[in-house]
């Protein structure tokens, strides 16, 4: 089974930048698509961004879409999500997901979430 562990959230103010990580263990990547979740406080939890390690897809909300960025780094096993010209809406805890194959609406594995605070 695929083991997730996210760091690199914190507090930023508006306007400022994040990377976040994903550090995959126990499968490889190859197989799986690899999801970025969040959940702000009071609300239900969305899906962020997606990339399919199989053919290389990537898929995005439409509010981040130019502003995040999801990656694979070719070199480990981890996966990136870069956060730019951050919003305080963006606040809440981002979860990185597994689910094999090309798609990431049903995960199977869930990290344990990393906190991003944007606010003045």
């Known amino acids: 089974q695929v083991q997730l562990v996210e760091s690199g959230g914190g507090w930023v103010q508006p306007g400022d930048s994040l990377r976040l990580s994903c550090a995959v263990s126990?499968?490889?990547?190859?197989?799986?698509?690899i999801g970025w979740f969040r959940q702000a406080p009071g609300k239900e939890r969305e899906g962020v961004a997606c990339r399919s390690n199989s053919d290389g897809n990537t898929y995005y909300a439409d509010f981040v879409r130019g502003r995040f960025t999801i990656s694979r780094d070719n070199t480990k096993p981890t996966m990136y999500l870069q956060l730019n010209s951050l919003k305080p809406e963006d606040t809440a805890i981002y979860y990185c997901?597994?689910?094999?194959?090309?798609?990431?609406?049903?995960?199977?594995?869930w990290g344990q979430g990393t906190q991003v605070i944007v606010s003045s």
């Open positions: 997901t597994a689910q094999r194959g090309l798609l990431c609406d049903s995960p199977e594995t």
């Open positions: 126990g499968r490889s990547l190859d197989y799986y698509a």
